[in-house]
């Protein structure tokens, strides 16, 4: 006996299009909530402040100095260096600049002499303007 006669085979379908709309959602999700660190190769938590930023910043060569005390020059890391090198390295970052402003980007948790070595060897240079980088408080 044949009892299948009636009946027609359905064959089970996945559509996809739901599933290619989860992941396109998932896509954006991350792009939207990935975010880039300036400095790569130095983690860096800086310190909070409430102050404005200035409108029009003047030239500035960056100096990042790490919790471990390795520096950085705009994009030359320094390593650990002394106060006449990084005096060098500041000089050789200014080039033929009038007068640029130093902004340090000091882990929050580096040591303060770490800190004063970039100021003495900004004044060994000759530098004399300097400001310190900070993140707005949340």
Sequence with gaps: MNFRR??????????????IDILLVIVIFLAVTTTYARFA????????SSAAPTPNPPKQIEVAVAENGRYQIDANAIGDASVDALAVALKQAAGSQNDPVIVINADARATHQSVVNVMEAARQAGLVRITFATQTAP
């Design 6 to 19: 009636g009946r027609r085979e359905d064959y089970p379908e996945i559509n996809l299009i739901p599933f």
């Design 41 to 48: 190769e130095l983690k860096i938590n800086l310190p909070s």
